[in-house]
């Protein structure tokens, strides 16, 4: 098995541009979560998808940040337009369920860079 | 939510065993306890997790206090590969909110050679 595959790793943009994360969940689960992770706040819940429908997006930003799912086997998370406090690593979760008892299996992130 | 204190960071002799403490002193009847560690430039990767019973896989144990308000995770021997940040995390097993994993700021562990 695969994992979770997230790209690009890393990402170098400048103030304004739309920026675009990918995530390919692990096949079979039917969760998918978005997390941020700062030094100032660290990891932090953006939006959860339950089978491609997005349950809870209380923790995106503002609407500056998108995500959706397409897809069983595809999501994107998008932010237009960027800016610099947006640089962080964005992970990609995905899980069988969202029960209290499933795992949660992390993609190895994007470093984003937002000059 | 319940809320979980850790210590800040802890040191470990390779080859020896590790405990590293949590306190949830407000945990739930359905607060299941989590653990998950994240490497260096890595993502989070689940440990272990239990509800009332100690439990015990291939990489660590759980001890869970009889009243439920503290639990150590042991690794039994630890190897340069554990030094990380170890996530201890209640998960309540009743509500909508039962997807959350919330992460503190855990416990940065170094192994010493």
């Known amino acids: 098995d695969a994992g979770v595959i997230q790209s690009p790793r890393h990402e170098v943009t400048e103030m304004g541009q739309e920026v675009t994360l990918r995530c390919k969940p692990i096949?079979?689960?039917?969760?998918l979560f978005w997390y941020r992770q700062t030094m100032m706040r660290g990891l932090e819940l953006l939006i959860y998808?339950?089978?491609?429908?997005?349950?809870?997006d209380s923790g995106m930003p503002e609407d500056r940040f998108s995500a959706k799912m397409p897809n069983a086997s595809f999501s994107t998370l998008k932010i237009q337009p960027s800016e610099p406090r947006d640089s962080a690593v964005y992970f990609c979760?995905?899980?069988?369920?969202?029960?209290?008892?499933?795992?949660?299996?992390f993609g190895p992130g994007t470093r984003l860079t937002v000059l | 939510d319940a809320k979980t204190t850790q210590p800040n960071s802890m040191e470990s002799n390779e080859e020896e065993p590790v405990h590293l403490p949590c306190n949830h002193s407000?945990?739930?009847?359905?607060?299941?306890i989590h653990w998950y560690r994240q490497l260096p430039s890595q993502g989070p990767e689940y440990v272990i997790h239990?509800?009332?019973s100690n439990v015990n896989n291939r990489m660590a144990s759980l001890a869970i206090a009889e009243d439920r308000k503290s639990s150590t995770l042991i690794l039994h021997r630890a190897t340069l590969r554990d030094a990380a940040v170890y996530y201890c995390?209640?998960?309540?097993?009743?509500?909508?909110?039962?997807?959350?994993?919330?992460f503190g700021k855990g416990t940065k562990l170094s192994v010493i050679p």
């Open positions: 979760a995905s899980s069988f369920q969202a029960h209290s008892t499933d795992t949660q299996y």
């Open positions: 096949s079979g689960h039917n969760s």
């Open positions: 998808f339950n089978n491609n429908v997005p349950i809870d």
């Open positions: 407000t945990i739930s009847g359905t607060d299941y």
């Open positions: 239990g509800l009332t």
């Open positions: 995390i209640l998960r309540d097993a009743s509500g909508a909110g039962s997807y959350q994993l919330t």
